[in-house]
Structures are given as structure tokens and as C-alpha cells.
């Protein structure tokens, strides 16, 4: 595709449960990174990849939160346990290369029942 | 904090003028990105500027880039309705984590 995508779009959940996001970058990008909105706010950094490993895990807000890359391509963060807290809309980029402009798919909006 | 913070947070404007707002962060950067985004979701990238320019042109937008004060400015020239929406600068210290201001909102009215 054209543009990064992200699935689902919308995620309703129960707290206690876990949710996976999934975020297919621009074909031929090598970095790809993870962001969170919080309702009014600008956007806090999760982690980031660099083909298939993460030098940054740093923004992860707890150990419920892990994310994987794999084939240079798809990415999944997963959230086990969901808590309210962690309604927000999640947002996945990627670049060329890291330092290049970072291009945003559409975002999953999770809700946290 | 890295965080860029953008000046002033809302910006109401008459369609065919110019919007101007400013961002302002704490430390070196490698480069200073603008994004748009309408309604809360659609982050859309404007411009990149690296720390080694001082000035970039996109269509109506104008990037200016003051590293000796640590401030960018991002200029839209003859606003249309289609403008209005969140407007955020995004700093990049460290060649991958962006770190963003809340925004600018701008409305253009008709």
C-alpha cells in the first residue's frame, strides 16, 4: 500500500483483557515506531524498531505493554491486562531511515471499558 | 524534556490571511518535523527541517528554523477553511523518537 495501516481502526475492550494492534509500515521503510494520544494531547513515544530489533523500549509505560517487528515489516503492540488508563488512540510510524521524516497511519482508537 | 511547545495553543484567523505559530524546545535537535492533523486522528507530515537549515518552502507553508534560540515557526500564507485543524512541531534529538508539543488549533473561518 501507499501509506502506513493500521487494524483495527476502533477497539472497545474490558478492562482486564489483552489487545493486540497491528501496524503495517510503507514498503521499504526500515525503522517503525509506536506512539500513544491521550484524548487532547500531543503524542507520547512508545518504542521503536530498527528492522527487527528495538534499541528503544524506553516509553513503554509498564511490563503490560510489549511490541514485536517482524520480516522487516508488520509490527504488533500488545497490551495485556488493559486498564482504563490506557484508552488512547495509538499511532504507528515509519521512515526510510531513522532521522528521515516519519509518516503516520490513521491510528487505532482503544477504549477501555 | 525535549518537548517542543507550540505558541499560542489556539489561533482563530480570517480566511485569506496568514496563521503564524511558533514552537520552542530545550535541547539540540537533529531536526524539527510539522504535522497536521483534523479531528483527533490523520497525523499528516508538512515539512522536515534539519538543524542545518534555516528556512524551508512547501506550497503556502514557510518553515523558519532559529537554532540559536531554539525555536522554529511555521507560516501559512492565504489560510483556506481546509487549513483549520491541529498543528504540532515535532522534535527529533536522537534520529528517531519524535518528541511533540500540544498543538496549535487553528480554525479559519469563512
Known amino acids: 500500500g501507499a501509506g502506513v495501516s493500521q487494524s483495527p481502526s476502533n477497539k472497545v475492550t474490558e478492562k482486564g483483557k489483552d489487545v493486540e494492534l497491528r501496524c503495517d509500515p510503507i514498503s521499504g521503510h526500515t525503522a517503525l515506531y509506536w506512539y500513544r494520544q491521550r484524548l487532547g494531547q500531543g503524542l507520547e513515544f512508545l518504542i521503536y524498531?530498527?528492522?527487527?530489533?528495538?534499541?528503544?523500549k524506553s516509553g513503554l509505560p509498564s511490563d503490560r505493554f510489549s511490541a514485536e517487528r517482524t520480516g522487516e515489516s508488520v509490527s504488533t503492540l500488545t497490551i495485556q491486562r488493559t486498564q482504563q488508563e490506557d484508552s488512547a488512540v495509538y499511532l504507528c510510524?515509519?521512515?526510510?531511515?531513522?532521522?528521515?521524516?516519519?509518516?503516520f497511519g490513521p491510528g487505532t482508537r482503544l477504549t477501555v471499558l | 524534556s525535549q518537548q517542543g511547545e507550540e505558541d499560542p495553543q489556539a489561533l482563530s484567523i480570517q480566511e485569506g490571511e496568514n496563521a503564524t505559530m511558533n514552537c520552542s524546545y530545550k535541547t539540540s535537535i537533529n531536526n524539527l518535523q510539522w504535522y497536521r492533523q483534523n479531528s483527533g486522528r490523520g497525523l499528516v507530515h508538512l515539512i522536515l527541517?534539519?538543524?542545518?537549515?534555516r528556512e524551508k518552502h512547501s506550497g503556502r507553508l514557510r518553515v523558519t528554523l532559529d537554532t540559536s534560540k531554539k525555536s522554529s515557526s511555521l507560516l501559512i500564507t492565504a489560510s483556506r477553511a481546509a487549513d483549520t485543524a491541529s498543528y504540532f512541531c515535532?522534535?527529533?534529538?536522537?534520529?528517531?523518537?519524535?518528541?511533540f508539543g500540544a498543538g496549535t488549533t487553528v480554525t479559519v473561518r469563512a
Open positions: 527541517i534539519r538543524s542545518n537549515e
Open positions: 510510524a515509519s521512515s526510510l531511515v531513522p532521522g528521515n521524516e516519519q509518516f
Open positions: 515535532a522534535t527529533d534529538y536522537n534520529d528517531y523518537k519524535l518528541s
Open positions: 524498531f530498527q528492522g527487527n530489533s528495538a534499541p528503544d
